[in-house]
């Protein structure tokens, strides 16, 4: 990526010092390719104005013109283009045919126009950019002008200016052509967008009111050398120069600052700084020869309360970003301040595990010259030093640098008196050109160091200055932690770190990585650390060990030992403990922790690198599917959860489906999604937001039951539109070859195939696990009409197991609380695997009466009831029996595991059937043989051998003489 050098704008002025300006165009719409094109290396474009545009703009015949305005929409900094070149000549023509030549899209013999400016122009902010004729032209007042605009500069940008434009169509009034690889001196492309613009002529009237950017009206919490900013006037004279009005009143008697016409932007000098906590006033006023304009509306901000730290030690381990009162600017050493800076947070060494969060930049170019500088210090009097821990990597990684490769680069700690570093003082350099610190020798392990402040009294700023100029091999990350300000110490004092260790989601009986504790001394003298001076306490102390290899230890000022901790969680859920440090009847604590998986969880995967897989929101529409084999997994069963550890959080709400499939290949073949998840079952969906780090579980809508082959995890994301950034990453582990395919696009979903690479996201899969066996496996319980007028209960169980047998009970009303127990000596069981059908007749009814049963299934345990199933006793006329054989919907439909639901069926009179429970497989579940009349199935989810079924559907049929239909019913977690 090519990078924006700063440089000087040159305008040349024509002879005339203030100007009138007239406005052709008033759309907002955007274009980059007129009237330059900075996104190519070259480019040209031309241009037509009628004259009856120029009369109604305003202006006179016979006026000589001296520049042109346009309307930049962007925001941008310091956009240099160089070499731009601008031409123009009357025409007769009012729009560009489709010929190849001069009155179409050829590129014009640039001779037969009046040559009028080339130079360099530089893009500050939004709103009009003025570039004044080198050469003015003088419009007759009669004639079309067609303008020529040429870009020899030879790069391009990234942050190119955006122009207004306002459309001509259908007349085609412009013709543009670009090209990276030499200027094309070719036909180009006719359109209708024209560039608004700003002619600028020789004027007797002052400037117009400036319009005022920023700080908005009523802003806080700003700098005491604020940066006030505003734009061109857009009505009258072209202004030569600004006066800025700045004070704690609305009254203004004199100017605070004057600057020249082509700077729109003013910061009150470090030297001369604003008072902290204090409203102040502002306004703007344009000036020329003609006078001075009215000024802006009036706007106030007030100044950030006083950030200087006076309570000493002050320290800061960036574990938050940016750190409250911390600056950061991007200008040379010994140079002029500008804003801007490239440091960052990132984790120390690279290492994302334990999480240690430091300060980073990585240098890896040759335009490298950032600050980041602390707030300022009141450092009382002699006696007080720096301690900061530094390390040195190449990029991305944990490996020390490859010397030689980093040739001018260099790093500086450095104090001053200004916020912006101006005369600073080094307080120690590391290069590779004569430094005694040497750069490529700062460790990659980091190292601690100290500098005393005992010259430096006052307030004070303290900046951290890493610089390259050249464009060499080295592309390396350079790393500051734990900044401390403090009295210099005269005994020895332990420090430690971290103070808090959360070993996170693990595999119960399997031992952690070991995390370092590193104890330090960080004063003067020695520190003597015995196996015998660090404990572990707590209810889970057993959970948790330190490995002694390291200890005893003696520790002389600025050196450190390591004590590797482990965790090795034995039962579910979270743990704690507490590493305990004794020294001079003083402890120091580590709070340990971390948590138990159930057992049937099953963790692929270790890999640290990342990835935006399989959660991918970068573009609108993402998919990501991985393949995990068997080997991997070791075991077969119903999963019911999915995890995926996240490394970087984000805030935003991730629409997502998941699908699971099994298969027996070892590699994916690149394919379409559609065609991909054509075989494949849709276990979850929603919108998550990955707000934390660590492992973020999801309970699948509908339990998959993985029995054979490899197992497939897919992920379809809809963000929709063009995606966003930034987005959360996902830890990876390489795999073999095809093991992950990923598609993305942007606005609609993906119609390609998809890619294919090896970076397995790590995954958490958790198993359903395994249920006791039930009493017993009820299939059925009815109540049918006798012709006698009785009622006849009939239940068939599949299987019993240490059951004691049945008790029945009878209500006139559909509570279970005053039924009667109509069998008082209980119905023993037969404690048999196989079908059984049990029968009694209550004789103990009344005509014109409807009855509700229940029936309890007492075991050596406990018990449990069924029903209530209904019957009516009704006249001396038969029971009435269906007219068809009918098959009702199961309800409720879903039903939760260890529920159940209900299937109601009627089978005519002469008839017998049975219902049949399949699952997705076609494997028969449950079956259950019925006779004539209307019948009540209860099903509680489980199989003929008592075992609960999986989540998942289900179907059921009715088969009889006169019907054979199935229906579906699913079962959720």
Known sequence: MKKLTLLLIILTLSTFTFADIYIIGTDVTTTFNCPFNGY??????????????????????????????????????????????????????????????????????????????????????????????????????????????????????????????????????????????????????????????????????????????????????????????????????????????????????????????????????????????????????AYNASGEGNPAEIRNFTTRTDPTITTLPYITDFSTWIPTNWTQLKYQFGGIPVTGGSWEQDDWLNVTYPVNKAAKINIFFNTHYDWLITPPIQIPAAGYELKF?????????????????????????????????????????????????????????????????????????????????????????????????????????????????????????????????????????????????????????????????????????????????????????????????????????????????????????????????????????????????????????????IGWNCSTADVSPVPYKIYIMQTNDTAFTSMTWDAFIANATLVDEGTYTFSTTNWHLFELDIPFSYTSGHLVIAVETAFGQGGISPYPYFYYTSGTTGCHQYWYADNTPPTGNGSLNANIPNIMLKFEEAQPPLPVELSSFTAVLTNDLYVQLTWVSQSETNLSGYRVYRNEEKSLDNAILITPTMIPATNTTQEHSYTIVDSEVENHTTYYYWLESVDYNNSEFHGPVIVTVEGNVPPVLPEVTTLNSAYPNPFRANNSTKIEVGIKAGETGTLTIYNIRGEVVKAVKLTQGYHTINWDGKDNKGKTCGSGIYFYRLNTPSLNQIKKMVIIK
């Open 389 to 641: 821990d530094l390390a040195l990597t190449q990029w991305n990684t944990s490996n020390p640098v490859v010397p030689g490769e980093q040739a001018d680069d260099r790093f500086l700690v450095v104090i001053s008196d200004n916020p912006d570093m101006s005369s600073p003082t080094i307080l120690m350099e590391w290069n590779n050109t004569g430094s005694p610190n040497v750069y490529d020798n700062i460790p990659a392990t980091g190292g601690t160091y100290i500098i005393a402040l005992n010259d430096y009294v006052g307030t004070k700023y303290i900046g951290f200055y890493a610089e390259s100029l050249e464009d060499t091999y080295g592309d390396n990350d350079l790393f500051i932690d734990n900044v401390i300000i403090r009295e210099t110490p005269s005994a020895p004092i332990l420090t430690y770190r971290p103070t808090s260790i959360n070993f996170g989601s693990l595999l119960q009986n399997v031992p952690s990585t070991p995390v370092n504790v590193t104890i330090t001394n960080s004063g003067v003298g020695t520190i003597h650390i015995g196996i015998s001076d660090i404990s572990i306490i707590g209810p889970y102390a057993a959970m948790f060990s330190f490995d002694s290899t390291n200890l005893p230890a003696d520790l002389n000022a600025g050196q450190s030992v390591i004590i590797p901790v482990t965790a090795t969680v034995t039962i579910e859920g979270p743990v704690s403990a507490t590493l305990r440090i004794t020294y001079n009847s003083t402890n120091y604590d580590v709070a340990l922790s971390a948590e138990g998986l159930p057992e049937e969880t099953v963790i692929i995967g270790t890999g640290t690198s990342t990835q935006r897989q399989p959660f991918g929101i970068l573009w609108g529409y993402e998919r990501s599917a991985a393949l995990y084999n068997n080997e991997q997994i070791d075991r077969y069963g119903i999963i019911e959860k």
């Open 40 to 285: 190519y290396n070259y480019n040209w474009s031309k241009v037509i104005w009628t004259a009856s545009e120029l009369s109604t703009a305003g202006i006179p015949a016979n006026t000589p013109i001296t520049g042109l305005g346009f309307y930049v929409h962007n925001t941008i900094s310091n956009c240099t283009m160089l070499d731009q070149r601008i031409y123009v000549r009357n025409t007769i023509l009012t729009e560009y045919s489709t010929e190849t030549d001069e009155t179409g899209t050829g590129y014009p013999d640039n001779t037969t126009f009046n040559y009028v400016f080339q130079g360099d122009i530089t893009y500050n902010g939004s709103g009009w950019n003025y570039i004044y004729f080198t050469v003015p032209y003088t419009w007759d007042g009669t004639s079309n002008l067609e303008f020529l605009f040429e870009n020899w500069d030879g790069t391009y940008t990234e942050d190119y200016p955006l122009f207004r434009y306002t459309s001509t169509s259908p007349l085609y009034t412009i013709v543009y052509k670009q090209l990276d690889a030499s200027f094309p001196a070719i036909p180009g492309t006719r359109h209708y967008r024209r560039p608004n613009v700003a002619i600028v002529t020789p004027a007797s009237i002052p400037p117009g009111v400036p319009v005022l950017s920023l700080p908005v009206d009523g802003a806080t919490d700003l700098s005491i050398t604020p940066t006030l900013s505003w734009s061109t006037p857009i009505t009258g004279g072209d202004p030569t120069g600004y006066r800025i009005y700045l004070g704690t009143s609305t009254t203004f008697t004199t100017p605070f600052a004057d600057v020249n016409a082509t700077t729109l932007s003013y910061t009150v000098p470090s030297t001369t700084p604003l008072l902290y906590n204090t409203t102040y006033y502002w306004t703007v006023s």
